[in-house]
């Protein structure tokens, strides 16, 4: 039921976001970063579809994904990215004007609520829209670079080629109000960007917890030592911090190991170190 749930909350953001990109960013000609910039610049220059578009360019990088990593994780991408071109493919077929009198401000905070609003209900049941996700992981095997910092990357190149492509710095400078916007409504819904959630948890089984967060999420777990005060029992305290996309996978490692478990979620905002802005070739932690 947990998984029809967040498959379920997948295709809603998924049309959510097809929304906003349809009816606000296509029709006052603004852009994005990763991938849907792609998308948008193919369809400002040569008309073709953005549905179509967004599929041409993921499915050749969910093939190499899978070469290299195995399909397991791929799942909720494959929803999110193909959800996404569907709602495009429904929406293109739906004429709708949202009559905003021209003013970019207006469209610009529009579309980083709605925008934001999609891509964090994505984001907080488990998946991504695919494109740079794919891309910055795919690069972090093979240069060592922190996925933060290659996603930052891959986003800046889309748009430095549009400014290239398109010569025009002012509709650059709304799309990056919108972005920024999207980039807070997430944080608000699913802790986005490098932001996430620090998880602090009493278990009596912390070795296997541990060991299969380290086996299923790749995240690096601390032991504190604390002690119970009335029982006076020595305990090992979990702390793992995980990404904005791997939060429901954790609360579910955390009830298939002990659903006794007591469990403690905090906000953990602008996360620095291994695993998320420290490149993992220099100076790793030992945990």
Not at 215 to 235: A, C, H, I, P
Request: charged share 15%; with cysteine; net charge negative.
């Amino acid at each position: 039921m947990s998984k029809l749930k967040n498959y379920a909350l997948i295709l809603l953001g998924a049309g959510i976001f097809a929304f906003g990109i349809n009816y606000l960013v296509i029709p006052n000609h603004l852009f994005e970063g990763g991938a849907t910039g792609i998308t948008l610049i193919t369809y400002y220059l040569f008309k073709i579809p953005v549905s179509l578009m967004n599929l041409l360019i993921n499915i050749p990088l969910f093939i190499l994904y899978w070469r290299i990593f195995g399909v397991k994780t791929l799942y909720s991408s494959i929803l999110g990215t193909f959800a996404v071109s569907a709602w495009l493919a429904l929406f293109e077929k739906i004429p709708f004007t949202l009559d905003l009198e021209g003013d970019l401000v207006i469209v610009s905070l529009l579309a980083g609520i709605i925008l934001g609003a999609g891509l964090g209900i994505i984001f907080n049941a488990g998946g991504t829209t695919g494109g740079t996700d794919i891309v910055a992981r795919i690069a972090h095997k093979y240069t060592g670079m922190s996925i933060g910092k290659l996603m930052l990357l891959v986003d800046s190149f889309v748009l430095m080629l549009v400014v290239f492509v398109f010569k025009d710095i002012v509709m650059v400078t709304y799309t990056l109000i919108f972005v920024f916007i999207a980039s807070r409504v997430i944080d608000l819904i699913g802790e986005g960007g490098y932001a996430g959630k620090g998880f602090l948890i009493v278990s009596a089984h912390p070795q296997e917890l541990a060991q299969k967060i380290g086996e299923e999420l790749e995240r690096g777990v601390t032991f504190l030592n604390g002690q119970g005060f009335y029982s006076q029992t020595d305990l090992k305290i979990l702390y793992c911090v995980v990404g904005r996309n791997e939060m429901q996978d954790m609360k579910q490692i955390i009830l298939d190991i002990d659903p006794h478990a007591f469990t403690t979620i905090t906000d953990a905002h602008e996360i620095m170190g291994e695993g998320f802005t420290l490149d993992e070739n220099k100076q790793p932690i030992q945990r």
